[in-house]
């Protein structure tokens, strides 16, 4: 059964760090794309970050570029987002989503499967 589990979320002030956690299970991260997610109440869901197949460089959203960092370890079939300076307007649900290889650079418009998600809240 195939599992994408987020973690690391939580309450951090502006300006500091986490580290969001994608554990895979039941697919290989050699086959597959991840891409993390963020939706926030009354908006749509975005694209924060991506690895595309053949792109040597992931995509990041402007408004994360230079903050966010997406890396992976494949001997623990783990991707990570790790999230500096964080804002406000960065609070949302993240979610970590995984696609078979597909042409194009950034996100894809479909993934395979799904996390449920990891709240992050950036306040004072």
């Known amino acids: 059964q195939v599992q994408l589990v987020e973690s690391g979320g939580g309450l951090v002030q502006p300006g500091g760090s986490l580290r969001l956690s994608c554990a895979a299970s039941?697919?290989?991260?050699?086959?597959?794309?991840i891409g993390w997610f963020r939706q926030a109440p009354g908006k749509e869901r975005e694209g924060v970050s991506c690895?595309?197949?053949?792109?040597?460089?992931?995509y990041y959203a402007d408004s994360v570029k230079g903050r966010f960092t997406i890396s992976t370890d494949k001997t623990k079939n783990t991707v990570y987002l790790q999230m500096n300076s964080l804002k406000p307007e960065d609070t949302a649900v993240y979610y970590c989503a995984a696609a078979l290889p597909r042409s194009g650079y950034g996100c894809y418009d479909i993934y395979e499967y799904w996390g449920q998600g990891t709240q992050v809240t950036v306040s004072s």
């Open positions: 039941g697919i290989s991260l050699d086959y597959y794309a």
């Open positions: 690895d595309s197949s053949g792109a040597a460089i992931p």
